[in-house]
């Protein structure tokens, strides 16, 4: 396999700040301009695991880019440029802490949950005898709290939201639609290419001219889990599992494996074999949902190739963006 990009500690010009997320590492330009670089970690149950996915990192900013451009007459988004495949330059924005989840079928977490008695998830009212992986009335927007590092996301309604002060009332209406918006958009999408959006998560936040912009990934198998259309209706009257692509097979890796990133719990060995499956699924969704071959960008010399590009990008604001 080839090398994975696991870090970044850059001292681009005009910076001001160096945030490492689970996935991205995130630059502070000047406090106008964030650049975003996606990184091959690969992170569940709200661990980062120790292995990097090579091409991971590309594939995600690429696929996420491509969404950004798609849905921009919905909503503003938070992107500028791409100078390299691996990273983003955008608006620097508020985020507001909470996370919009959208879920259109009854499956991963919510089904968990849901096996175990619960028919309200987030202040959301969900249906007595449905199935696993069945589609609800229509979809249901159930928020997550935006954890600090380290921490889990949590559960949370609207009228928590509202009444712990998290997002004023008027900035929520707005969240929500965008979110039932774009989610009706990333679904089109998906049905034109075979699949299915099942469920999404999207982030908001607001910028210095008082905007409220979409921020960070959108659609990708990070944040976003897909099922094939091709034969989902005998898997689900069957009661078989869906064919899928997501990261929910890396959780159920982690989990056959007795690992949920609870206390005391160790990480399975990540070998060459079980990275290089999951680099491949990546790419397949990548291929499957755009309807282009992925090409590798060579991965010898990451680190230097992300400076140049990024420094340029830097340097000549105006230049045209990589990809786009």
């Known amino acids: 396999m080839k090398e994975a990009l696991i870090k970044t500690e850059y001292h681009f010009p005009g910076q001001q700040s160096l945030y490492h997320g689970k996935v991205r590492d995130v630059y502070n330009i000047r406090n106008e301009t964030l650049i975003m670089v996606a990184t091959d970690r690969i992170s569940a149950f709200d661990v980062v695991l120790p292995e990097g996915i090579p091409y991971k990192g590309q594939m995600l900013n690429q696929l996420a880019a491509k969404f950004l451009d798609a849905t921009a007459d919905i909503c503003p988004n938070w992107k500028l440029a791409v100078p390299d495949p691996m990273a983003t330059a955008g608006i620097r924005c508020e985020g507001y802490p909470v996370e919009m989840i959208v879920r259109g079928y009854l499956c991963g977490s ?65 969240l929500e639609k965008y979110a039932r918006e774009l989610f009706r958009r990333g679904s089109e999408i998906a049905a034109c290419r075979g699949l299915i959006l099942v469920d999404t998560k999207y982030e908001f936040g607001r910028g210095g001219d008082g905007k409220i912009y979409l921020i960070d990934e959108i659609h990708t198998p990070d944040s976003s889990r897909y099922f094939y259309r091709d ?38 060995e990540m070998t060459p074999e079980i990275v290089e499956s999951i680099s491949n699924r990546y790419i397949e969704l990548y291929e499957q949902i755009t309807g282009e071959t992925f090409v590798k960008f060579e991965t010898d010399d990451l680190i230097a190739r992300i400076e140049r590009n990024v420094t340029d990008y830097i340097g000549r604001p105006a230049s045209p963006a990589f990809g786009c």
Not at 112 to 140: D, L, T
Not at 147 to 162: F, V, Y
Not at 236 to 255: A, D, H, I, T, Y
Request: glycine share 10%; charged share 30%.
């Open 231 to 268: 034969g989902y209706e005998q898997r689900l009257s069957e009661g078989k599992p869906q064919k899928q692509l997501s990261k929910e097979f890396v959780r159920e890796w982690l989990m056959n494996s007795g690992f949920q990133g609870k206390a005391g719990q160790a990480v399975p």
């Open 110 to 174: 919510a089904w968990r949950a849901y096996k175990n008695g619960a028919r309200e998830i987030c202040g959301v009212k969900i249906p007595h005898g449905m199935r696993e992986n069945e589609a609800f009335p229509e979809p249901v927007v159930t928020p997550t709290t935006k954890a600090a590092q380290g921490a889990h996301d949590e559960d949370i309604s609207r009228d928590d939201i509202l009444k712990n002060g998290l997002v004023p009332e008027a900035d929520y209406a707005v």
